[in-house]
């Protein structure tokens, strides 16, 4: 009796690519998106003022920024995609916290959903330096923000709106979102990353890579832009609202406003082509220098709020800009026996960020009022468009 056996359908292999990495941030930003305007509205109702908010942001930024730099020290016990896992796994937690217990627990759920942010970012980087090769940087960074563009330009008034039908709704998209990603994460079977060199010596203490990564220029350039580019959409997602309202708009302004500019993430492929045809360096002073001028300017026009805010969104296409560009000096420079210490070193820009923006507006706001926050910030802004005159000129380029 002959015996017929079904032929074997073999599945190939999951590959890591651009694309992959696009994906999963993308489905990072839908956790995200959607709560980004709702834990605001959360913590008011919480703790019952603004000055109280901002004192506990503050705090989690700090919190964020020690994680920053702890994370490694738990890579050496943890395998990365472990650690991966219990970044997306603390950010379910803090879901969980924040829509389905007491309003007094919503500090914990805004500060375990930045932990949990932390420690993803830190592996994501790493992973992305060994997966993606470096003339293909500038398209992953382009990618990755285009395929976040809808989560990021529906997500916030989404969030609101479903807020208010059902105070859940919001965190369970959420909750959704972190699990489709850890689902793909595990499909595409990244592991602990390619392994470079077997080690003949016990690891290095991670805080040790602080002072070693502000000895490499082109990295502590990396993080300077990406920190300052945090600042400028910190400020423009805090105060282009207030100054609507106090302004005599409708308080809808701001968040219009804000859809608006994450719409902008779709431009990311032609963005990607200016940087191709001219170079990084160009890129980083044109969006530094774009923002900067743009700022100003709607704070000269600050009496007549329609066309000053009208300035301020066309600022953020220059925001978008960076999002593109300013990464790539740390990216495409960081040695990959130190991938994991640097990816967190460099990854506290958005703590260091999340502190100072605040801070910085604070001290402005002493002498001025709220359009001073934009003129003093385009300032600055336009300072750093000078310092990114001073990056390689054939940074990212081809090699021929």
């Known amino acids: 009796m002959v015996q017929h056996r079904l032929p074997l359908v073999e ?17 990072e930003a839908s956790a995200r998106a959607t709560l980004i305007s709702v834990y605001p509205v959360l913590m008011y109702r919480a703790l019952g003022s603004a000055a109280s908010v901002s004192e506990v942001y503050v705090l989690i930024g700090l919190t964020g920024l020690v994680c920053a730099l702890c994370v490694p020290l738990l890579a050496r016990f943890v395998p990365r995609r472990w650690l991966y896992t219990l970044g997306a796994l603390i950010m379910i937690c803090g879901s969980i916290l924040g829509g389905f217990f007491d309003a007094r627990y919503v500090p914990f759920a805004v500060a375990a959903n930045s932990v949990g942010l932390v420690i993803l970012a830190v592996c994501f980087n790493a992973y992305v330096m060994d997966y993606v090769e470096r003339a293909s940087m500038g398209r992953n960074e382009s990618r990755r923000l285009l395929f976040s563009g809808i989560s990021w330009s529906v997500g ?50 991670p805080l040790r890579y602080i002072p070693r990564f502000f000895r490499q220029p082109t990295l502590v350039g990396g993080w300077f832009y990406a920190t300052m580019r945090s600042v400028g959409w910190s400020i423009y997602i805090i105060y282009v609202p207030i100054f609507a309202v106090k302004s005599g708009l409708s308080d809808q302004i701001g968040g219009l406003a804000l859809s608006i500019s994450n719409a902008f993430l779709f431009s990311t492929p032609f963005m990607l082509k200016f940087l191709q045809k001219t170079s990084v360096r160009s890129a980083i002073v044109t969006g530094f220098a774009g923002t900067g001028v743009l700022f100003a300017g709607a704070a000269m026009l600050s009496g007549f709020p329609y066309p000053a805010i009208a300035m301020l969104v066309s600022a953020t296409v220059f925001l978008v800009l960076l999002d593109v560009s300013g990464g790539l000096p740390f990216l495409l420079t960081v040695k990959p026996s130190e991938r994991t210490e640097m990816a967190a070193v460099y990854s506290t820009y958005r703590d260091v960020a999340s502190v100072g923006s605040p801070a910085f507006a604070r001290l402005v706001l002493v002498i001025t009022p709220v359009q001073g926050v934009f003129a003093a910030i385009g300032v600055v802004l336009i300072g750093c468009a000078l310092i990114a005159r001073r990056t390689h000129p054939g940074l990212g380029r081809r090699r021929h």
């Open 11 to 27: 599945f190939p292999p999951a590959r890591a690519g651009v694309n992959s990495f696009a994906i999963l941030a993308a489905c």
């Open 156 to 205: 916030p008034f989404l969030g609101v709106v479903l807020m208010d039908w059902h105070p859940q709704i919001p965190f369970l998209i959420s909750i959704a979102a972190c699990l489709a990603m850890l689902s793909f994460f595990w499909y595409l079977r990244l592991g602990d990353g390619k392994v470079i060199t077997k080690a003949r010596r016990p690891p290095t203490n």
